[in-house]
């Protein structure tokens, strides 16, 4: 009875300890943390001076340290050598030959080699004494790993007692590896659905025309409002005037104005007013006549008569000329151009759509825009939202860019870590859509192939939004019958995530059957897509 009682610990608290042990590894979520708790309830329940659990790499030729005791600093060991197993490595030898190896005086001969021991002995002033290593097995008997303790007090720990302790390791190892493995699957499967779905979207879209909302991500209320404007507008001939912050996407909203427009099969041109000096400007925009200036040996048409039955959009509107805003002015009036150095005009057939970022009032006031302009441009405004009054379509504009710049770049969509996917929610992203594309860009190029982009691999900036926290109380916009639908489907979205897809686990989590997780999935449109709406935000 007493040699199959715990040497450190009575029986009453071996059960114990066994008792909390159980109950964290149901908890704990974490491969790293979970192992560390069987480590360290082995050296409480041995007491134990140091101990370790290595598992197999990938190649299963190494056991890697996945959890250390106090003293740490262990590194990787070689199962074989030149082919042959490492039988003078005690760690090798319990792999390689699936056996319990006990050696109650590390100094004593042995057949082992305990060059690394001694060393760390000779460092904290110690001396090791007994050592047990122990293989951990699957439930198929496949050996996954090591268990090590080492310098127990009393000698050496019964085989059973130890025995317990590796069956847990060796269970957690294993599952939790398949858990994490069947979730990269699910994940990697619904990535590639998720393309799959984009590309068929795209062969549809140019099969059937595409509408004002191509190329638009998201379903936040404010960019709902933007695009019922854009719809009410587009069929007529109407001139548009788009607001917005820089990088909110105007050049995208006027392209879906004219795709859903009746010049859809005329040509969509593009000019950025701030891009070039005032007499390039005009030529580019206006063209010129053979001899009009020195260079012109030939006539040049300009972007107007190019947009001929189609869109003219003009970008940063507020940055044309003056002397140029009254050539647009007679363009918008009687539907005319005359090229430089041209004797008379010519009609076109074009509709204008101006964009700009800056408040057209005050370059008005300042006498830099001429105010019937103003008003030829203001006829039908669209005010674009910043991206932070629209933080529910951040996780769909991340997933598309991943996908997007993924098949650009020949790579499969990595996905977001949590943490990282919170962060870009915080985040007051000055640079709007524009930079929210480019950070996803560069995180996909500095990810490596197979790992999921987290927090690490994002701006200085952007790491500092998710440690900097929110204060506040939740402030959700609209009715209380609207935020409570989105908060219901932001948690339901979260736990689907957290659980690979599972529904029955996530509906567990959520305290409901799973008969009524269907039922809300349907109400919240989540079948067959993978976006997940964005956290509740909070009031910085």
């Given at each position: 009875m007493p040699d199959e009682l715990p040497l450190s610990l009575d029986a009453a608290a071996t059960v114990d300890l066994f008792v909390e042990l159980s109950a964290a590894l149901s908890a704990e979520r974490s491969l790293p943390s979970l192992l560390g708790r069987i480590l360290s309830a082995a050296l409480r329940l041995t007491g134990a001076h140091d101990g370790r659990i290595y598992g197999l790499d990938v190649t299963k030729q190494n056991l890697l340290p996945l959890a250390q005791g106090p003293d740490g600093q262990a590194g990787p060991v070689a199962i074989y050598l030149g082919g042959a197993p490492n039988l003078t490595n005690p760690y090798a030898y319990a792999a390689a030959m699936g056996r319990i190896l006990k050696v109650p005086d590390i100094y004593a001969y042995s057949g082992f080699d305990f060059t690394d021991e001694h060393a760390r002995d000779r460092r904290r002033g110690q001396r090791t004494g007994a050592i047990m290593a122990m293989p951990l097995r699957d439930h198929e008997g496949v050996t996954v790993g090591v268990l090590h303790v080492a310098d127990m007090p009393d000698g050496l720990l019964p085989d059973r007692l130890l025995s317990a302790f590796a069956s847990q390791a060796a269970v957690t190892l294993s599952n939790r590896r398949l858990i994490d493995q069947n979730q990269s699957l699910i994940a990697a499967l619904g990535r590639r659905n998720q393309e799959l779905d984009v590309e068929n979207q795209r062969l549809r879209h140019a099969i059937a025309g595409t509408t004002a909302q191509s190329g638009i991500v998201g379903d936040s209320p404010a960019l709902r409002a933007s695009l019922s404007l854009v719809r009410k507008v587009a069929s007529t001939r109407v001139t548009v005037l788009i607001l917005g912050e820089t990088?909110?996407?105007?050049?995208?909203?006027?392209?879906?104005?004219?795709?859903?427009?009746?010049?859809?099969?005329?040509?969509?041109?593009?000019?950025?007013?701030?891009?070039?000096?005032?007499?390039?400007?005009?030529?580019?925009?206006?063209?010129?006549?053979?001899?009009?200036?020195?260079?012109?040996?030939?006539?040049?048409?300009?972007?107007?008569?190019?947009?001929?039955?189609?869109?003219?959009?003009?970008?940063?509107?507020?940055?044309?000329?003056?002397?140029?805003?009254?050539?647009?002015?007679?363009?918008?009036?009687?539907?005319?151009?005359?090229?430089?150095?041209?004797?008379?005009?010519?009609?076109?057939?074009?509709?204008?759509?101006?964009?700009?970022?800056?408040?057209?009032?005050?370059?008005?006031?300042?006498?830099?825009?001429?105010?019937?302009?103003?008003?030829?441009?203001?006829?039908?405004?669209?005010?674009?939202?910043?991206?932070?009054?629209?933080?529910?379509?951040?996780?769909?504009?991340?997933?598309?860019?991943?996908?997007?710049?993924?098949?650009?770049?020949?790579?499969l969509s990595p996905g977001l870590t949590p943490d990282a996917m919170e962060a870009l929610i915080r985040y007051a992203f000055p640079g709007n859509v524009r930079e929210l594309r480019n950070i996803i860009e560069r995180a996909l190029l500095l990810c490596d192939e197979g790992q999921r982009i987290g927090l690490d691999l994002f701006p200085a900036e952007l790491r500092q939004a998710l440690s900097a926290g929110v204060t506040g109380p939740v402030v959700p916009e609209g009715p209380l019958k609207d935020a409570v639908e989105r908060f219901e489907a932001w948690m339901i979205a979260a736990r689907l995530q957290e659980t690979g897809g599972n529904q029955t686990v996530a509906a567990s989590l959520l305290g409901i059957s799973r008969r009524s997780l269907v039922e809300k999935l349907g109400r919240y449109g989540f079948a067959g897509r993978r976006s997940v709406p964005a956290r509740p935000h909070r009031q910085p």
């Open positions: 990088g909110t996407g105007k050049e995208v909203f006027a392209s879906a104005i004219h795709r859903a427009s009746p010049r859809a099969n005329g040509p969509f041109v593009a000019q950025n007013c701030a891009a070039l000096p005032e007499n390039l400007l005009e030529s580019e925009l206006f063209g010129y006549r053979r001899g009009a200036f020195t260079g012109a040996v030939t006539d040049k048409q300009g972007l107007v008569q190019s947009a001929h039955n189609g869109t003219l959009f003009l970008d940063e509107i507020g940055d044309m000329p003056l002397a140029l805003q009254a050539k647009l002015l007679r363009l918008l009036q009687e539907n005319e151009v005359r090229a430089v150095g041209a004797t008379r005009a010519e009609r076109v057939d074009v509709r204008v759509v101006a964009a700009t970022n800056v408040d057209l009032k005050d370059r008005i006031a300042r006498g830099e825009f001429r105010e019937d302009l103003f008003y030829r441009l203001n006829v039908f405004p669209i005010r674009l939202p910043p991206l932070r009054e629209r933080t529910e379509d951040i996780p769909r504009l991340a997933e598309h860019f991943l996908v997007e710049a993924a098949r650009q770049h020949g790579r």
